[in-house]
């Protein structure tokens, strides 16, 4: 699920930030706005996001929060990452 470099990059910046508005994570991640949207579709369905839609006065905003789901796959990835890492320096030596 999160080794798609963007959708790895958005649970990167939600654990970082504890949360981040669209236009945030956008600019931040270099998206069109389909690609993000698309990219948050996909890791709300997962349940590693959580998607809540506010106003601040007539501005719609859209929020994206990582899960405890969504957190603990994140970890999951960055240790089988570290995993293959050390694999790969054992061979080197």
């Known amino acids: 699920m999160i080794h798609q470099r963007v959708r790895f990059g958005i649970l990167a910046v939600l654990i970082e930030a504890d949360r981040a508005d669209f236009a ?3 600019e931040r991640l270099d998206l069109t706005d389909g690609n993000l949207s ?3 579709q996909v890791l709300e369905e997962a349940g590693f996001v959580a998607i809540t ?3 601040e006065g007539r501005r719609p905003r859209t929020w994206a929060t990582a899960t405890r789901t969504g957190r603990a796959g994140f970890h999951e990835h960055l ?3 570290q995993e293959i890492i050390d694999q790969t320096k054992a061979v080197d030596k």
């Open 24 to 26: 945030f994570l956008k």
């Open 38 to 40: 698309r990219h948050l």
């Open 53 to 55: 839609k506010t106003f």
């Open 79 to 81: 240790v089988a990452l």
